[in-house]
């Protein structure tokens, strides 16, 4: 067994700073021997409390008796805790010095320091849940809109293991009957058909594929869509972000070209989040910081997922326009023209020979903004984002590994409909079946694993 499961580790988890209250855990075979050394109960002592109780007490240093703090002490006997070992959690008071000083006496009388995401690690390697439920509660944390929150908590739940479970199962139903057949020829075992194998095989990738089939809203729930706010200076790219914050954000001003960089913001449209990026203005210019803050906004535009094109209704189309319109044929956009306050020159019908969706806004009096949050949320997704079925993909990682698989499926199933050996149509399903268990961590290796909890916080 490795190092990571038999020590006793120690972490901080909550934020280091001013609160009420922090948190310090330890779990592992010599937490309660550890605390029983520098932790001092009111009444009677640590090892009369039963199991999931509250202590009252003081930490001490046991060298001198020095009182550290007074401290609630949560007892947790494993197995039935959140790493299956022994847990200790400090209730103490928050700030820097607290949390660190008993942080520093458990190290000192025998803990390790945790590593990122070593308590959910051990969770994991002890089978208390599974790599997919392991990742959903970094998501849980990291989660920018309900909706997000709620498709990681169903992972928690197992919701996503169950599905690739089941997917497994069937493959390693027919992998047995197929290797039994090609190992073992001489005995009697009654063939699986091709079709049997064609119809089995179909039926795995179709469940995989119907995973995918939600992966890009589920990505998009869990990243947030990439929204690129662009047009030439002064037509009111700025207005449009800080209408859309309700608050002023990115600085307005009648002088083209104030914007230099780009601006980041998220805002939320029906649970689903999207990150607004106010470009610099796009034009000619010989000014060489405003030259760079539009190349940037090219890039970025290249990387959108949405591109919000932002023309001025109160004045006739120019050459930039005509550029604009012509940067943004290829991608997903909408265009917006602006300034309905004022007296309007341009007509949609002008551009309708653009085949783009066209709302008329007035950032500045916050006109049409409504009309336009829901074109933006029908430009990411025709089909919505109900979740009727929550077994949403949003790990880029399992998307990865979903699409490797169907790969390996369709292979077999052109392998199977060729009427080729079984050898190949085996090797194929295999390679399935192994990409599907590195999802949920039946078939992963060290390294893989190192990178996953490197993402998390310490102490969690």
């Known amino acids: 067994m490795n190092s990571y499961v038999t020590d006793t580790v120690a972490a901080i988890s909550t934020p280091v700073g001013f609160s009420g209250i922090g948190i310090v855990r330890m779990t592992g075979s010599q937490a309660f021997h550890i605390i029983n050394k520098v932790f001092k109960p009111k009444g009677k002592s640590f090892e009369e409390y039963d199991d999931k109780k509250i202590i009252y007490g003081h930490i001490i240093d046991p060298k001198d008796e020095r009182i550290v703090d007074e401290v609630l002490v949560s007892k947790m006997i494993g197995p039935n805790t959140y790493t299956r070992e022994d847990i200790v959690e400090i209730n103490c008071h928050g700030g820097i010095v607290p949390v660190r000083n008993i942080l520093n006496l458990l190290v000192e009388n025998g803990a390790n320091i945790a590593g990122p995401g070593e308590f ?52 390693i139903k027919m992998l047995a009957h197929l290797e039994a057949t090609i190992d073992y020829p001489e005995y009697d075992i009654e063939d699986m058909s091709y079709d049997e194998i064609l119809q089995n095989t179909r039926e795995a990738h179709d469940m995989v594929q119907n995973l995918l089939y939600h992966s890009q809203n589920g990505r998009l729930i869990r990243e947030g869509v990439n929204t690129a706010i662009i047009g030439k200076p002064n037509v009111g790219k700025s207005s449009l972000l800080n209408s859309l914050l309700g608050e ?186 192994n990409l599907l268990g590195e999802i949920t961590g039946d078939t992963i290796h060290e390294q893989l694993m190192h990178e996953i909890f490197s993402n998390f916080c310490i102490g969690k």
């Open 248 to 433: 002023k954000r990115a600085i307005v001003t009648e002088i083209p070209g104030t914007t230099r960089d780009t601006i980041e913001e998220y805002i939320t449209i029906e649970g689903i989040p999207f990150k607004i990026i106010d470009t610099a203005g796009v034009r000619e210019t010989e000014n060489i910081i405003e030259k760079i803050g539009i190349e940037k906004s090219v890039e970025i535009l290249e990387k959108s997922d949405l591109v919000l094109l932002i023309l001025d209704g109160s004045q006739p189309l120019d050459e930039e326009d005509f550029e604009l319109l012509k940067l943004i044929q290829a991608r997903n956009s909408l265009l917006i023209l602006n300034k309905l306050d004022k007296e309007t020159i341009i007509k949609p019908e002008d551009l309708l020979k653009y085949e783009k969706e066209i709302v008329q806004i007035s950032a500045v009096e916050e006109i049409g903004l409504e009309e336009l949050k829901k074109k933006m949320l029908d430009k990411v997704s025709a089909e919505g984002f109900e979740l009727e079925s929550f077994e949403i993909v949003t790990n880029i990682r399992h998307i990865h590994l979903l699409e490797e698989s169907l790969k390996s499926l369709k292979s077999a199933i052109g392998t199977i409909e060729a009427s080729m050996p079984l050898e190949i149509v085996s090797t194929d399903i295999t390679e399935a079946l």
């Open 120 to 171: 959910t690690k051990r969770a994991f390697m002890n089978g208390r849940i599974d790599l997919t439920q392991a990742e959903a509660i970094i998501d849980i944390i990291n989660a920018k809109t309900n909706k997000s929150l709620d498709i990681s908590m169903k992972q928690l739940e197992g919701s996503l293991s169950k599905k690739i479970s089941e997917i497994r199962q069937l493959l």
